[in-house]
């Protein structure tokens, strides 16, 4: 008996603060014009995506004492946008981050709660953690959380948040007050009456982020998505087997929880003039200012007279400089003096300068060819396992996916792995996920009888 055809979930990820958005562009729109949100959002509906997906920001970034100019334009507050945008929208899965190291159960609980009733269903929430006390300076938690807290209060957080969730009855009658709640833990301590009757999916669809150890147990336990780093082949059938054979223990199915990682999308005439706009965009998000910065942050010191041009600086990197020299940005790399020797090798390998290196280095796992190439090598990933799909994360607001919807998806449908149409209401019915009900973590999925 042949394999059945799995089907591909796609979300659209809005291009904010980072470093793939190409800010100089003149097909660059704005980040924060309403509009541009309604669009992209809008796009990804025609698209039959599963969920639009926002992230957050706390606090801007700082290179080298300054405002970090090349990334600021401002994030505005994620619930707010999505909650204006579940009103001009009808399908689409409304997706942001809040953070369990500077928020508050009984707040986002409310908040998450409000937000799926407000889109009949739509709502979820991708949970992160930060150790980073730069941003906590604006919080009152400011940097006293230890960094090997952040995942038990991560995990104490997610079971408070469900715990208010489920203390109102799915049957009940919205003027019925749900059943006080009293929780006694390491990180928080609360009782009460909470007040948002149960949404429409039970719970918000619960999505995560992080790749380390911890990040994939939390994942394993509690999540039903996670959003990984790990978007190329090999890697990303490493990273699926993994996460996939830890959900046994927690009494979960592998289809419970999907691994959808972050990934571009180039999509041209032909495979070669897409390979041609792919470097043309790399050149463009990898400026000579943006190339020395990005290397001042493994070598902690300030370079700015290295021509980005030339090689890499022949002096070793200062490993206690590189602790302070970029804050506010997430750290993946913990060893500078390991990651510098790695460079040179492939710097010297491969003759690159020092901006020809850091886009190298950089280079995000990329869908890269015609409509037709980009659909097959998408499908094939996803049918060998190396993702259950794809966060695709546009260069250009708010126009960077119109190609993609309207190229690419129309050949997936053809190839019977995305949906023609919405079959259910709520994001979990786009995902395929359980309803979530008190007291089980498996149950018949949400207006689908299955």
């Known amino acids: 008996m042949s394999k059945p055809i799995k089907q591909i979930h796609l979300a659209a990820h809005f291009p904010g603060v980072n470093n793939t958005t190409v800010w100089s562009d003149p097909a660059s729109g704005s980040q924060t014009d309403f509009a541009s949100f309604v669009h992209l959002a809008r796009a990804a509906e ?12 706390l606090r801007l970034r700082e290179h080298r004492g300054k405002i970090f100019d090349l990334d600021v334009v401002g994030r505005p507050d994620s619930l707010t946008v999505l909650a204006a945008l579940a009103a001009v929208t009808r399908h689409i899965g409304l997706a942001g981050t809040l953070n369990t190291t500077f928020n508050e159960p009984f707040e986002l609980a409310r908040q998450f709660a409000t937000l799926d009733h407000l889109s009949g269903g739509r709502a979820a929430w991708n949970a992160v953690t930060s150790p980073d006390a730069f941003t906590g300076e604006n919080f009152r938690r400011g940097g006293f959380l230890d960094h090997e807290l952040r995942y038990p209060r991560a995990a104490e957080f997610v079971q408070v948040v469900r715990q208010l969730w489920d203390t109102w009855d799915s049957g009940a009658s919205l003027t019925a007050a749900g059943v006080p709640f009293r929780h006694q833990g390491s990180q928080f301590d609360i009782e009460g009456t909470f007040d948002v009757p149960r949404s429409p999916q039970g719970w918000p669809v619960q999505i995560q982020a992080g790749d380390s150890d911890g990040g994939r147990e939390l994942a394993a336990q509690y999540a039903d998505v996670i959003f990984s780093r790990h978007s190329g082949f090999r890697d990303g059938q490493a990273f699926y087997t993994d996460v996939k054979d830890r959900l046994a223990k927690y009494g979960r199915e592998r289809d419970d929880l999907k691994i959808i990682p972050a990934a571009t999308a180039v999509v041209g005439d032909t495979d070669a003039d897409a390979q041609e706009l792919a470097a043309h965009i790399r050149l463009q998000q990898v400026s000579p200012q943006g190339a020395i910065a990005f290397v001042e942050q493994i070598w902690g010191r300030d370079l700015s007279d290295l021509d980005p041009d030339g090689p890499l600086p ?12 970029t804050r506010g940005r997430v750290r993946h790399e913990r060893d500078p003096l390991a990651v510098a020797k790695k460079w040179r090798e492939i710097s010297e390998q491969k003759g690159l300068s020092v901006r020809q290196l850091v886009i190298e280095v950089t280079t995000r796992s990329a869908f890269v060819g015609s409509a037709a190439t980009v659909a097959a090598t998408i499908d094939n990933y996803v049918q060998a396992d190396a993702a259950d799909g794809y966060i695709l994360v546009p260069h250009i607001t708010p126009h960077g996916l119109d190609r993609f919807v309207d190229e690419v998806v129309p050949i997936l449908q053809e190839r019977g792995a995305f949906r023609a149409e919405y079959e259910g209401t709520t994001l ?20 689908t009888g299955r």
Do not use: N, Q, Y
């Not at 002096?315 to 590189?322: K, L």
């Open 46 to 57: 025609r698209g039959k995506f599963d969920f639009f997906f926002l992230a957050e920001g």
């Open 314 to 325: 022949s002096v070793d990197p200062d490993v206690d400089g590189t602790i302070s020299i």
């Open 428 to 447: 979990r019915d786009h995902l395929r996920l359980p309803l979530a009900v008190p007291g089980s973590e498996r149950h018949t999925l949400a207006g």
